[in-house]
């Protein structure tokens, strides 16, 4: 048998990860001392186990930190305390957050100045919605599921924002369950999910209705990567997160023709045709791309490092 892998188009690293790399391959590159990135500077664990490697020293909090070192923010962005935190420490940050994120942390800051309530749809305890949070803790609810919209009791003006890597389908149901209970509600339309967390939702969506079985390539604590799971898996066919080739279990693929395969944003292309590889041990394959959009957005890396 003749195994065919059709590979979701696009897949893998988005703009904003490939910047936040490349912002802590410049530094290390460039300069003598240590640098030091704040959290998992995307969620992968091959891209930071390749960056520690080079030198890169990962921290949870800035108190790890000694004063006066450079130290990155990840692509999540972070709360302004941290801000304030790094500053008061004489720390040298260069923010590697992805522009996208930086969006909804001004839109969060444009609404509390108005005096909203802002309603931030996302997961609690994720990086980037406690970054968001923290722009205006006061006049901020987090929600993530329909029950807590049912529960929400809000007096004034109310506002809604979104964590970029949400599923598309489920955000627009929660939108929708805000907007019939608080009819004045202000948010962007399409919600704050990225261009990159959409398409790739849109491509395996598609890849999973021809395949048996989908292998999504991303590490457990990547948002991104586990909603693919999920829209894959509602379309009815067995979806899998896998970290790396090896985590590609024989029996998965005992009796299955079509596989489907794909990555989430912070997983590198490599790890992607390490599973084909894997796979190809097995039997012969055929490769298909299923291509459902081209994505060509870049972003200027920030003034410490373009040089
Ligand atoms: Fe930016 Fe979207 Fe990539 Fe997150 S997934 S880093 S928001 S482009």
Redo the contacts with the bound molecule.
């Keep these: 048998m003749t195994r065919t892998i059709v590979l979701a188009a696009p897949r893998s690293f ?4 490939e910047r ?1 790399i490349e912002i802590v391959e410049r530094l290390l590159a460039a300069r003598p001392g240590p640098i030091y990135v704040r959290k998992q500077i995307v969620h992968n664990t091959s891209v930071v186990e390749h960056l520690q490697t080079r030198g890169a020293i990962f921290v949870d909090e800035l108190d790890e930190v000694p004063e006066g070192s450079t130290v990155v923010f990840s ?1 999540h962005g972070v709360a302004p305390a941290v801000h304030t935190a790094a500053e008061q420490r004489g720390l040298d940050v260069v923010d590697a957050t ?1 522009p ?2 930086t969006k909804v942390h001004q839109e969060a800051r444009r609404y509390a100045a108005r005096g909203h309530t802002v309603v931030l749809i996302g997961h609690a305890g994720h990086e980037e919605v406690e970054g968001t949070l923290g722009e205006a803790p006061e006049q901020t609810v987090q929600v993530s599921e329909l029950a807590e919209v049912d529960e929400l009791e809000v007096d004034g003006p109310i506002s809604y924002l979104t964590q ?2 949400l599923a598309v389908d489920e955000t627009t149901a929660l939108i929708d369950a805000l907007r019939n209970k608080f009819p004045g509600a202000r948010g962007p339309d399409t919600a704050d999910i ?4 959409t398409n790739r939702q849109a491509a395996v969506a598609t890849i999973a209705e021809q395949a048996e079985l989908v292998i999504v390539v991303g590490s457990a604590n990547s948002s ?1 990567s586990r909603r693919l799971v999920e829209v894959a898996q509602r379309t009815g066919t067995t979806a899998y997160l896998v970290d790396r080739a090896t985590d590609v279990p024989v029996e998965w693929l005992e009796g299955v023709s079509v596989v489907g395969l794909t990555a989430g ?1 912070s997983a590198p292309p490599a790890l992607v045709h390490a599973v084909i590889e894997r796979i190809a041990e097995l039997g012969p394959i055929r490769i298909v791309e299923h291509e459902v959009t081209r994505e060509t957005l870049r972003f200027t890396l920030p003034p410490e490092v373009r040089h």
């Excluded at 990225?194 to 967390?197: E, Q, R, S």
Aim: a neutral charge; one cysteine or more; aromatic letters at 6%.
């Design positions: 988005c703009a904003g990860v936040a692509a992805c996208l994120v970029t890597t990225c261009y990159a967390t991104n944003a």
